[in-house]
Structure formats: structure tokens, C-alpha cells
């Protein structure tokens, strides 16, 4: 599988950021708002909100109009941990891990289930 931050470079690239938010100081907001102005596609999927940043956000992974490229995770390791079950379901691989979103049971899943991951921020990757 190629490197997360190679998959950046690549034109078409699209990401699912779990946890996209609107709260003021929340990362989820943060981190949607930097790729999204760095030009990438980003799909917001947070089942407790129907928009972010005014773009529609989706309630699961499974809803998204089409598959991402990688999956970006911004929630506690317990949300986490269930996504990744989904992830797993749909054959979405890539996935990124932003600070607190991971835990030893997380990281173990990933490894069991061979995802194509990466444990850092994705804005200092991007910038």
C-alpha cells in the first residue's frame, strides 16, 4: 500500500474526516477547515450534525456519495474503534489517526486487520 503522506501529493484525493465539527476550538473543526482550504475534498461525517462548515455531513462512512481515499480520525479511541470496524466492512484502509484518537486496542485492530495507517497529525503533514 502506498504512504498516507503520498496519497496527499495525489490529485483526486479525497478525505472522510470522522469527528468534522462546527464547535469552536474543537480539532474536528480545525482540521476540516485546514484541508478543506489546502484544496483538498473533504466529506465531514459526524452523526450529530447535518452540516459542517455548511457542507453537508454525513452520519457514517457507509453514506458518503463515494468511497475516500483515506479516513481521518478525530474522535476518542472508543468511536475510533467502532469506525474502524466499518472501515473494515467497506475496504477503506487508509486511515490517519490524529492525536487521542488511538489507544492500544485500536492500534491492535489495526494491526490484526493490516490497515495502511499513520498515528500523527495530518495538518503538520499537510503544510
Known sequence: MPALTTLLSQSGTTIAIVGATDTPG??????YRDLKAKGFKVWPVNPM????DNDKAYASLAELP?????????????????????????????????PGSSNADVLRFLEAHQFNYLNACIMVATW
Open 26 to 31: 474543537k480539532f474536528g473543526g480545525i482540521i
Open 49 to 52: 450534525r447535518k452540516t459542517v
Open 66 to 98: 463515494t468511497p475516500p481515499t483515506l479516513v481521518n480520525f478525530v474522535v476518542p479511541p472508543e468511536d475510533t474503534l467502532d469506525v474502524l470496524k466499518q472501515c473494515l466492512n467497506l475496504g477503506l484502509m487508509n486511515v490517519w489517526l490524529q
